[in-house]
């Protein structure tokens, strides 16, 4: 349940947002000028606003792709990002996005058709590159679809394109609209994974590892190309007996034919945004692990890291090809 | 529960215009006038947990009234600050108490303050004004101070520990000239037990966050026998909340009794750090 939603006057007569606003009755709507004033503003406290956020409908003037930080991608020589909305309706304790905003608060850019344009025009200038767009960086692709249709309506473009892949990360268990369309050889429905005992004491909110992974085998067999992300890489006790078991159940539930790629990545945080997300959670067993500071990035001791990730492709190897398997830093 | 213990627990401070306004809430949370000069009459309970200061009319009466509860009551980050009192109405019930969520001001720009969530208190916008006013045609609430107690208020903690509230005194069918001092007393009274279901969780929302940043009570003792410099203090506290998460207060203990000095106690818990594997089967 929204209490409140936000609204800019700019796009109060949009049809978009009407069509979200039919969505939540009961919600009170106030109008506003920018997002800004209600969005990461200072003196906020974002850990009491996440357990009852509130939705603003904005208007994005720009910035609308973005190239991805260095070190994240699968494969592609050059990997775009864009996001439709600033936050998510989860609440994992190793999210960066604790540290990226100081509002909890959802803000949903009605504008989709402005996202359009830039897509196309980005493809245009790299029409000799491999390119790959990355859906909702800044939020989780698809936790809101039945709210905002942002996929619905993206996909279309995507199919003018079918050698431009585009990626949707979630951690949701959203079906629509993949299950009613047509599977698209360019699409990866990525899906991030951490063992079921971490999961249910990291990722707040968030679908079960089971029912996440059963989603995953529906759409793997409705034709879908599924993108496992095994990142962030958690340790504690026990770490390789509860990955083992996580990577099995995932790889014989899901028919191998229809993994487009496997990423591992490491636990890290900026170290100012680590700083931030400490203090908001500063009794988080996540964060008693022994964390290093190097080049300004917190993270494990570089010798975990390795050996998580080696680890976790080596049981990777087993059921698939090295090339589909790829190590994220950013 | 000692007196420090309870000053470290939750703690509200509430900024209202009038005695009147104030009365029940002083009556309700067992305030009283405190023993020392000041320059806005100040009130608290005999546990310090509640302050209540009595700003006059207007915004710079609100204004420094807020900051001077601040200084004298000495509040915390984690204090909750609650502005309470009647209001014009062109819109709203007389009588009915209304959480506000949008404030304007004549003069400068729009504030939007968070509201307590899952209430069912109704909630409406609030125009603040410098001068009386009695054309209430298109205006939600009108008041003289909340804007100004809002943008001090907000200064001084995060916007969700501030609440407005305002009860409907007077309309359009209601002529201000007929409010009593009585009649506000009453219009307050009736309204005590919506007034206090909404303290109540801004009584928890200070208390649990108190717990959650305070500095763990092992940091004082630990202080109190070795000598640290600010960065050493600052290690320790951040050491201490991490350690604390799967060490209790005696296992700490135990790892330090031998040290020397600051620098091995905050060699020693840091060693605890570097050797944790977290068992997820127990958190």
Redesign the interface.
């Known amino acids: 349940m929204i209490e409140t939603i936000y609204i800019e006057k700019k796009i109060k007569d949009h049809p978009r947002t009407k069509s979200i606003l039919k969505k939540f009755k009961k919600s009170r709507f106030i109008e506003i000028d920018k997002y800004a004033e209600i969005f990461n503003k200072r003196n906020q406290n974002f850990r009491i606003q996440k357990a009852n956020p509130n939705l603003i409908l904005a208007h994005k003037n720009d910035g609308f792709v973005l190239r991805t930080p260095e070190g994240f991608g699968i494969g592609s020589s050059k990997n775009f990002y864009f996001s439709h909305m600033y936050n998510c309706i989860y609440d994992c304790r190793y999210c960066f996005l604790q540290g990226m905003f100081s509002s909890a608060n959802y803000v949903i850019f009605v504008n989709f058709e402005d996202f359009d344009a830039s897509i196309k025009n980005v493809i245009d200038q790299n029409i000799n590159s491999k390119i790959t767009f990355f859906s909702g960086y800044d939020c989780d692709s698809l936790a809101l679809e039945n709210v905002t249709g942002f996929a619905k309506h993206i996909l279309p473009i995507f199919q003018q394109y079918p050698e431009v892949e585009i990626e949707f990360r979630t951690k949701s268990i959203q079906r629509e609209p993949f299950m009613s369309i047509e599977p698209m050889e360019n699409v990866i429905m990525a899906y991030s994974l951490i063992p079921d005992l971490m999961s249910s004491s990291l990722d707040n909110k968030v679908p079960s590892i089971s029912k996440r992974i059963q989603v995953i085998s529906d759409l793997a067999l409705r034709g879908w190309k599924i993108g496992l992300r095994f990142d962030p890489l958690i340790h504690g006790k026990d770490w390789k007996f509860l990955y083992e078991d996580l990577l099995e159940k995932v790889y014989n539930s899901i028919p191998l034919e229809a993994i487009h790629s496997v990423s591992v990545g490491p636990l890290r945080f900026p170290k100012k945004m680590f700083k931030d997300i400490f203090n908001l959670y500063p009794n988080e067993p996540l964060f008693t692990s022994p964390l290093y500071s190097n080049d300004g990035i917190i993270s494990y001791d570089t010798n975990i890291e390795e050996e998580m990730s080696v680890f976790c492709k080596n049981l990777t190897l087993k059921y698939l090809d090295n090339s589909q398997i790829f190590r994220c830093y950013a | 529960m000692n007196k420090s213990e309870l000053l470290n627990k939750m703690s509200v401070r509430w900024v209202i215009a009038l005695k009147e306004e104030a009365k029940v809430i002083l009556d309700y949370y067992e305030m009283a006038l405190i023993n020392k000069k000041t320059l806005y009459p100040i009130y608290k309970n005999i546990e310090e947990t509640h302050w209540l200061i009595l700003s006059g009319v207007g915004r710079h009466n609100s204004a420094a009234a807020t900051s001077y509860l601040y200084t004298i009551s000495k509040a915390s980050k984690w204090t909750s600050w609650i502005n309470i009192g009647i209001a014009g109405s062109g819109k709203g019930d007389y009588g009915n108490i209304y959480l506000v969520?949008?404030i304007f001001n004549q003069n400068s720009y729009?504030t939007?303050p968070?509201?307590m969530?899952?209430s069912n208190l109704p909630?409406m916008?609030l125009l603040t004004t410098d001068i009386p006013i009695t054309d209430y045609s298109s205006k939600e609430l009108i008041d003289m101070e909340g804007s100004a107690f809002f943008d001090i208020a907000?200064?001084l903690?995060?916007?969700?520990?501030i609440c407005i509230m305002k009860i409907i005194s007077d309309g359009p069918e209601n002529n201000i000239k007929q409010l009593t001092k009585l009649r506000i007393i009453e219009l307050l009274k009736l309204n005590l037990t919506k007034i206090a279901q909404v303290v109540l969780y801004y009584e928890n929302?200070s208390e649990n966050?108190n717990q959650?940043?305070a500095k763990p009570d092992i940091f004082f003792k630990i202080s109190s026998n070795w000598h640290f410099s600010v960065t050493q203090s600052s290690q320790l506290e951040?050491l201490l909340?991490?350690?604390?998460?799967?060490c209790d207060n005696n296992e700490i203990m135990d790892l330090i009794k031998q040290c020397k000095s600051s620098s091995s106690v905050v060699n020693s818990l840091n060693n605890k750090?570097?050797?944790?594997?977290?068992?997820?089967?127990d958190?």
Do not use: G, Q
């Open positions: 969520d949008k729009i939007y968070a509201t969530p899952k909630k916008s907000s200064k903690t995060s916007k969700e520990f929302l966050e959650i940043k951040n909340r991490r350690l604390k998460v799967f750090i570097e050797t944790n594997k977290v068992n997820w089967s958190v």
